[in-house]
């Protein structure tokens, strides 16, 4: 028990950090000072910050996915649910960075890419894990693989607005943009 203790207080204090200073602005040292625990001692259980940032987005967002699929009003419309879904997770999925990582670091940091294809691959393998878990994909594999079209398109849309956004407000006008022209026929291929 006392191991759990101490990586949940490596994650705690990472993520109050991340929030407040950003990913990229916050050291591992202060992690370590805000969790009271040895640099080493984190090195037990994260590779490295960006390890301690995985498992902090992938909770953050198991928690919410969860409680997103679980809790939506079904349409009468799939078409609609499913867009409305989609519209939630992708929110959810923008918001999460942003307030974690920090936009800056994504676009000005050498491993960005390479960190936003891995964080990228594993929203999306849990998306479809949650997904799956609704009626009307368990059991049909032709809308199972629609859905996953459906949610590596979205993703990837969703992703490049790190990278073509330079405000608040191109980011509403992208998701928008998004929901109005391009999702519709997205969910269309996918069902």
């Excluded at 990229?24 to 390890?51: C, L, P, R």
């Excluded at 949650?130 to 992703?159: H, M, W």
Aim: charged share 30%.
């Amino acid at each position: 028990m006392e191991l759990d203790n101490v990586k949940l207080r490596i994650l705690k204090a990472a993520k109050e950090l991340f929030k407040k200073f950003g990913y990229h602005k916050t050291s591992v040292n202060e992690i370590a000072k805000k969790a009271a625990v040895a640099k080493g001692t984190m090195y037990k259980y994260f590779e490295s910050k960006q390890d301690i940032l995985d498992d902090i987005l992938m909770d953050y967002l198991d928690a919410n996915l969860h409680e997103i699929i679980n809790n939506s009003v079904p349409y009468d419309d799939e078409e609609e649910h499913l867009k409305a879904l989609i519209m939630k997770t992708c929110r959810l999925s923008y918001t999460v960075c942003n307030e974690l990582i920090g936009w800056d670091f994504v676009r000005e940091n050498a491993n960005s890419q390479e960190f936003l294809k891995h964080l990228s691959d594993q929203l999306e393998a849990l998306l479809l894990a949650n997904y799956l878990k609704l009626d009307q994909f368990k059991n049909n594999p032709t809308k199972r693989e629609g859905l996953a079209f459906l949610l590596k398109s979205s993703k990837c849309i969703v992703f490049s607005f790190a990278f073509t956004s330079v405000s608040e407000s191109d980011v509403r006008k992208n998701f928008v943009t998004f929901q109005k022209e391009i999702l519709p026929y997205l969910v269309k291929a996918a069902i």
